[in-house]
């Protein structure tokens, strides 16, 4: 009796364990979120007559998707990024997902699938038969790739994947959308996108469209199981492929045909689904052939469902309402079943911001983002050629027309006033490139005089300094809205950072602080001196703290950097000697500095790169910390071949070593004159260096900082040579 009491009361708590979970997992994979595929689209294109798109854009979340992936801007890789959660390459494969009945070559792909790949599927599932080549090209990337991850995490959750539909015309298969559902063998284990989805038409373009009366039933059939469904909406894919082969107005009637098509499919869907308990999600992996020619490259995102508010779709990966990113798109479907996503996907879930006239609203956006895409490297390349050429005809004239420095002062300080122009460009009217440059003159011309009007050269240097720092800081603290937006800030479109300072800007405002800031303490009374200095030390800290906190972005090179270029003018301020003891303090001070920020990262920040990577070293121990220094290292690399900042670097450091030599002792005398300068000189070189040796773009930041670095150094050297002619002349006289 006493055993079967005491199996009795075991069975009851284990049933008592185990209904919640079976509950849950019920729960869990009845729920629905389907992935409309609309591919080859931008967002002008939803501006037509269509009814069920306009309806559910004024009910759901948008937001500009960036599609950049690893490697080669190519369709394949895009939608291997989708699907990963993390940029990955493709390389060009994928578009050979067939169902495992189907024939390739001269067997069913089932078997060619398992000759691959050793892998045995029934002939229901359908086989990415590309996958062997896909999983060799993510082991390039110096980053981890899991390509399928998002498909083999919802299986072993036990969420049903399925896809719909195809590409396909009568040249090739197309079914690039497997590698958004597929998982990590390459294995979709329902769903159907065979050629029997498709309908002959002699109206359509390739001969072919999607039979969607058919694409209907099959989702309706696969509806009931719950779980996560792709539909492939292939006919935006076909029309867009057959532009250079029609007339422009041909074109025009096709695509807004299968548009027309897409919206009434849609509307059915959504009728369908409960927007309580349902997701829909519309997703443009790639954008148009004409998107893509015109730099229109951040396509259309749409979400529906639980939490999602009608309004602006963000993230934390761009903590910027209205844009996310394609690696957000795994992590948002894994949070709907609330799976929590793998280390390895470096995006996060979307969530909604309610805001009216989202869409409206994402087209200026979206043209802004453009215009400033396609002029930062017109606007920048010709900064940089007015700043060789200025740095090379003061060493003309040093060498050879001392008489002529003082007219190279205003060309000078407007090569200084340029970067605090290119923030507050956004501000101002006009989109198009003349307008750009004709502002960028009208208030450099404006700003130089009053700079000028200081009581020496000094005075000029610090107002040029000190007002750039302030614009910058003040718009980190207004959200970065300006730094979104310039030239020299972010670009959505690149996508290399979303939010707080990038290494441009980072680089002009640690050079800004420390040459402003001590330049002014050369100015004021000695009286004064001690309150100065103790100011000094707030704002360094001050402008630390924006650059390294993780709520304005955190960027990690950019802290080594201000940190070291800070302390080191810190110390000399002070009195102290730059000696190996002290250098070796500084080294101390950066790595105590960074365990700091780890930890507060970890603790108290908001998801930030620096979080990411805690996570993976706790995952995959120093390998992601190899893979990141080994990145850093390859795009420092590729960026001093092509960027032009490494022109502007290169000759400013050529000039401050000519300008060592000859005329000989000037820079000495300079720095022995203005200690506190030289202070601020020392700690923005350091700076430099450790911008260039820290930063994936380090030859960027060090290529800012150094518009700070030699400007006014030669600024100096030029009143000292002036002075020296003067003198000549009194004599002569």
Not at 424 to 436: A, D, K, Q, T, V
Request: some cysteine.
């Amino acid at each position: 009796m006493l055993k079967r009491v005491a199996f009795l009361f075991i069975l009851v708590f284990s049933l008592t364990q185990l209904v919640p979970f079976a509950l849950a997992d019920a729960g869990t994979s009845s729920k629905l979120a389907v992935m409309i595929v609309m591919d080859r689209i931008n967002l002008e294109d939803l501006a037509g007559d269509y009814p069920n798109l306009r309806n559910l854009m004024n009910r759901a979340t948008l937001a500009l998707m960036n599609t950049r992936p690893a490697g080669n801007y190519d369709p394949a890789s895009c939608y291997l990024t989708i699907g990963a959660g993390t940029r990955a390459s493709a390389s060009g494969k994928g578009k050979k997902a067939l169902m495992a009945f189907e024939e390739y070559e001269f067997i069913d792909a089932g078997s060619a699938f398992k000759m691959f790949t050793g892998f045995s599927v029934p002939d229901n599932a359908i086989v990415e038969l590309d996958i062997p080549e896909i999983i060799e090209e993510s082991k390039k990337q110096n980053h981890e790739v899991k390509p399928g991850l998002l498909g083999e995490v919802l299986k072993n959750h036990g969420i049903p994947v399925s896809i719909l539909g195809n590409a396909d015309t009568i040249l090739e298969k197309n079914r690039l959308a497997a590698l958004i559902a597929m998982d990590a063998n390459g294995v979709i284990y329902s769903g159907h996108v065979g050629k029997d989805l498709n309908i002959q038409d002699n109206n359509t373009p390739f001969l072919v469209k999607t039979d969607y009366k058919k694409l209907y039933t099959k989702f309706l059939e696969l509806k009931e199981k719950g779980g996560f469904i792709v539909i492939y909406l292939g006919d935006t894919v076909r029309v867009n492929d057959i532009v250079d082969l029609v007339t422009p107005e041909m074109y025009e009637i096709y695509r807004k045909k299968v548009l027309k098509d897409a919206d009434e499919f849609i509307g059915r869907i959504v009728e369908t689904l409960d927007p309580k308990k349902d997701l829909l999600m519309i997703v443009t992996p790639f954008p148009s052939y004409r998107g893509y020619k015109e730099k229109n490259l951040l396509t259309p995102f749409i979400a529906f469902g639980p939490n999602m508010k009608p309004g602006l779709a963000q993230s934390a990966t761009t903590r910027r309402a209205g844009i996310i990113s394609n690696i957000d798109i795994a992590p948002t479907v894994l949070s709907f079943f609330q799976i929590p996503a793998p280390v390895e996907m470096l995006g996060h879930p979307i969530e909604s911001k309610y805001f009216t006239g989202a869409y409206d609203y994402l087209l200026k956006v979206n043209r802004q983002v453009i215009f400033t895409y396609i002029q930062r490297p017109y606007l920048i390349k010709s900064y940089v050629f007015m700043q060789i050429v200025v740095l090379l005809v003061f060493l003309f004239f040093i060498y050879f027309k001392k008489r002529w420095l003082v007219f190279t002062k205003p060309f000078i300080l407007a090569s200084m006033t340029v970067p605090l122009v290119f923030l507050i460009l956004p501000l101002l009217p006009g989109e198009n490139l003349l307008s750009r440059f004709l502002w960028t003159f009208i208030i450099t011309v404006a700003v130089v005089p009053i700079a000028m009007r200081a009581k020496n050269t000094l005075g000029s240097i610090a107002f040029i300094c000190l007002m750039t720092a302030a614009a910058i800081t003040a718009d980190l603290l207004w959200g970065g809205k300006l730094l979104g937006s310039s030239v020299l800030g972010h670009d959505p479109i690149a996508g290399a950072r979303y939010y707080g300072i990038g290494n441009e800007y980072m680089g002009v405002l640690v050079g800004s602080t420390t040459i402003g800031i001590t330049a002014l303490l050369d100015e004021i009374k000695p009286m004064r001196y001690r309150r100065s200095l103790a100011l000094c030390f707030v704002a360094f800290v001050f402008c630390f703290y924006l650059i390294s906190s993780p709520s304005f972005g955190s960027n990690v090179g950019g802290a080594i950097t201000a940190f070291g270029a800070y302390l080191t003018t810190l110390i000399l301020l002070s009195g102290s000697k730059l000696t190996l003891k002290t250098l070796s303090s500084i080294c101390i001070g950066i790595v105590l500095m960074l365990v700091l920020l780890f930890l507060f990262a970890t603790v108290a920040g908001p998801p930030s790169h620096i979080s990411q990577m805690i996570e993976l070293v706790k995952t995959d121990g120093m390998e992601p910390v190899i893979s990141t220094i080994t990145r850093k290292l390859a795009m420092n690399y590729k960026l001093f071949r092509y960027t032009p900042w490494t022109r502007a670097l290169i000759t400013t450091i050529a000039a401050m070593i000519s300008l060592s030599f000859r005329p000989p002792n000037t820079m000495k005398k300079i720095f022995k004159k203005y200690n506190h300068f030289y202070a601020g000189f020392s700690g923005a070189s350091l700076g430099s260096v450790l911008a260039l040796i820290f930063n994936d773009s380090g030859i960027v930041a060090a290529g800012t900082m150094a518009i700070f670095l030699g400007l006014p150094v030669i600024l100096l050297i030029s009143d000292e040579n002036l002075e020296s002619v003067e003198g000549e002349l009194e004599c002569q006289r």
